[in-house]
């Protein structure tokens, strides 16, 4: 965790890391250079033999440290064909099965499929199917300076150990540049806010810079709408929401809050800006993240509430405490049990509270806010709570979700198949010598596909039966591509 100190530069509050800044940052068009390698500077990191973690960190806090079992393959191969089946029939899923998305998102998105998923949940497929170009158009303006010199400074900030954003000007903090500023154009009355950037680097993590700018714009606009907008408001309305919540959750953390006159704003404002990316260990952010697409802004209260109940819920964690500034160090330093995986992700699932108890201590914080400060200045669209809620308010057609496959592979034509122009060639079965021709593709090293020794009917019934008989890895990323 680190300290936090307001800044005028840009819309709202502003971060400053307490580590130390390295250097500046130079232009991005005069570095062309990949994330990782070429590029001399990494960002404070010296560039040999790098060692990434299987989430691409090469360090600091958010660096996995192997202490989580990894899913069996047999059950990640189970898991990424169902939800293969779901994201071919999404609409179908989501209108007469929305519950079993539900619990599939909470058991976690297979990470090879993790930003098709996202990009889904959050209704951000559908924007950029019936946007188509927008991007592009977006991309190609110049932006206006004044948004474009507090964005570029902001780069070399966004999870600074990770292997895409670790170079000063590699393609990672190309991309994120070009998403955030491409936001400033679509939304030019908003601009940019700080905590927009890694929020957009998450994204990127996961898919192109075209579908985490659609992303971006759905967080932005039905998830957490007026999070980012001058004056704060939003997130304010929120702080007071999630005190009012905590009183019935955890009575003794509330109290002590009260006590000590610890303003929300203090504690939960990065949290819920960032949805918890710059908090918890790495796994714990995706978990959170996939039932945050999925359920909405309910899961950030709920994380949030969680959090504040195990730092300070019982009378033996307060007696470190007795002060506002005792308190705060606490919050800023949770104790890892309780951003642990496991245990993080199921309080989240048992804690009993509802879109309906946000909406409701919502109204009645907006009447209080009436009477002490007026009415808001920023008038944000209604949020949406989570996939089903975003996709009923804006029903999609069936060619809005259609996949786009990103990779495709062509069969060269075979010798025999090619034929003298206007010339018709007879089709002779060869009784004695059925099996199918070897696979192209193969390399070298490979070994020799089950099917490759079979004969057309036992293929044919392998492939039908048992698609996934063949391999016991995951869905490889030529066949199922990923940005991971």
Not at 38 to 49: A, I
Request: hydrophobic share 35%; glycine share 6%.
């Amino acid at each position: 965790m680190f300290s936090m100190s307001k800044l005028q530069s840009g819309n709202g509050v502003q971060w400053k890391d307490s580590r130390s800044q390295r250097g500046t940052v130079e232009s991005l068009a005069e570095h062309e250079s990949s994330s990782l390698g070429s590029d001399p500077e990494l960002n404070g990191v010296t560039n040999t033999e790098i060692q990434t973690d299987k989430y691409g960190f090469i360090g600091g806090a958010q660096q996995s440290a192997g202490e989580n079992a990894d899913i069996p393959p047999d059950v990640l191969r189970q898991r990424e064909a169902k939800w293969l089946d779901m994201l071919n029939s999404w609409d179908k899923w989501m209108a007469k099965k929305h519950k079993k998305v539900k619990l599939r998102c909470q058991k976690g998105i297979p990470p090879s499929l993790r930003g098709r998923a996202w990009l889904y949940l959050s209704g951000g497929k559908v924007k950029k199917e019936q946007n188509q170009g927008k991007f592009q158009e977006l991309d190609s303006q110049p932006g206006d300076p004044k948004w474009l010199d507090v964005i570029e400074k902001d780069l070399h900030r966004q999870f600074p150990f990770h292997e895409m954003f670790v170079a000063r000007g590699g393609h990672g903090q190309q991309d994120l540049f070009r998403v955030l500023k491409a936001y400033t154009l679509h939304r030019p009355e908003e601009g940019y806010c700080q905590a927009q950037a890694p929020i957009a680097a998450v994204l990127l993590m996961h898919m192109p810079a075209e579908d985490a700018f659609w992303g971006l714009v759905q967080i932005c606009e039905k998830y957490l709408p007026g999070y980012y907008s001058a004056g704060l408001e939003a997130i304010q309305l929120d702080g007071e929401i999630l005190f009012a919540l905590l009183k019935r959750v955890s009575p003794v953390a509330h109290r002590h809050l009260k006590k000590y006159k610890i303003d929300p704003i203090l504690y939960m404002t990065e949290w819920f800006m960032c949805a918890f990316s710059r908090t918890l260990p790495w796994v714990s952010v995706l978990r959170v993240w996939d039932m945050f697409f999925c359920e909405g802004v309910k899961i950030i209260f709920r994380v949030g509430l969680v959090l504040l109940k195990c730092m300070l819920g019982s009378q033996e964690k307060l007696k470190a405490c007795q002060g506002q500034y005792e308190t705060m160090e606490l919050l800023r330093s949770i104790e890892p049990q309780y951003m642990q995986e496991a245990f993080l992700v199921q309080e989240v699932i048992e804690l009993a509270v509802s879109e309906r108890d946000i909406e409701k201590e919502h109204l009645s914080q907006l009447r209080r806010w009436k009477e002490t400060h007026g009415e808001l200045h920023c008038k944000s669209p209604p949020r949406m709570h989570g996939a089903k809620a975003i996709m009923a308010a804006e029903p999609p057609s069936r060619q809005d979700l259609k996949q786009n496959p990103t990779i495709i592979v062509e069969v060269p034509q075979t010798t025999e198949s090619k034929t003298e122009k206007g010339k018709k060639t007879k089709k002779i079965k060869d009784t004695k010598n059925t099996s199918p021709p070897p696979n192209p593709y193969l390399l070298p090293s490979d070994p020799p596909l089950p099917s490759d020794n079979l004969s057309p009917s036992e293929s044919q019934h392998l492939q039908k039966d048992t698609p996934l008989q063949g391999s016991n890895q995951s869905l490889s990323s030529a066949d199922h591509d990923t940005y991971l």
